[in-house]
């Protein structure tokens, strides 16, 4: 090994063969690739359910007439699929990285951020470049106002995107420079067409059930549904099953590439983290209101199990909160209290509390309010 290390000629060697760019086949790169990346629109007609924006970007692109611009909504709802597209129809697909430059507000909150909105190289005049700025929304007022100034200073040849989740949280003099387009969650029908063209592309083979159950699961998120179709064909193709090679001879499976197998609702649901119904069921009879005696023991002893089994407290909640809201056979003004407690044991989640503590209060409280013994 130390004769290697001081051999002159080796070690120029292994220098020239590591300096050596490695050639990747793009078919290879685009199979290795997430489908969220694989799949992102490449065009603003590619951009699902969101119709009115796309119109009103493809008539500014015509017009040659790019304003700054705000996109907010929810989160997975196309707003970086959409900017990355405008990028390619204004500048092309060999320019676009090139003239557009992306930022991350999370990343730098401060004032400092502004430093990185300034032209990083020179560009002719009437070349324009576009400045990407994702969750804005993180930054904190004083980088906002400063990001401000440093728009009108280089509205000539620059654009600015402004990226966020929230709008109340962008100040009025930033905003008012933008023009506003809001992005409204996916629809069932628009996000189901886009998973299943995603399943025919894959080859994947879904059980009845399993596109509507990626779209409720994953609550309007397109680019979660994508990861989690991603990763139940990933499990469905580590089976085991061996498949014979161009050579003849037999070979393992691909993890990366879908398998025989069929991808069921229950899969999903596991990747997802959705409790069974069948736990939520013996939750909801324990919490029912008892003849005699005390419903802590039963109530205990599945919120236990629960925790034990390492399902996520907020998931809990959530469906939970389902569960009981939207049952017709409790009264609106029982509903009203347990309502307060389910907002209330939220914050604590948020806050960090314990899972297991909170959880056993809350079902307490609601087998409490139920029985009419708690107000």
Known sequence: MASTFFNNKARAAAASSNSKPKVTDNKEQNRLAPWVEKYRPKTLDDVAAQDHT???LQRTLQASNLPHMLFYGPPGTGKTSTILALAKSLFGPALYRSRILELNASDERGIGIRSGCRIPRPIPVPAVQDHYLDEADSMTQDAQSALRRTMETY?????FCLVCNYVTRIIEPLASRCSKFRFKSLDNAA?????????NAENLKLEDGVTDTLIRVAEGDLRRAITYLQSAARLAGTSGLAEKSSDGDEEMADAGAPGPGIITVRTIEEIAGVVPESILDDLMQAMQPKSSGSSYGAVSKVVTDLVADGWSATQLISQLYRRVVFNEAIPDIQKNKIVMAFSEMDKRLVDGSDEHLSVL??????????SG???
């Open 155 to 159: 509205s000539r040849i620059t654009r």
């Open 373 to 375: 013994t708690k107000a």
């Open 361 to 370: 209060d809350l079902t307490l409280r609601i087998s409490g309010i139920m």
């Open 54 to 56: 796309t119109k009103v």
């Open 191 to 199: 996000a189901g067409v886009r998973l299943q063209d995603i399943a």
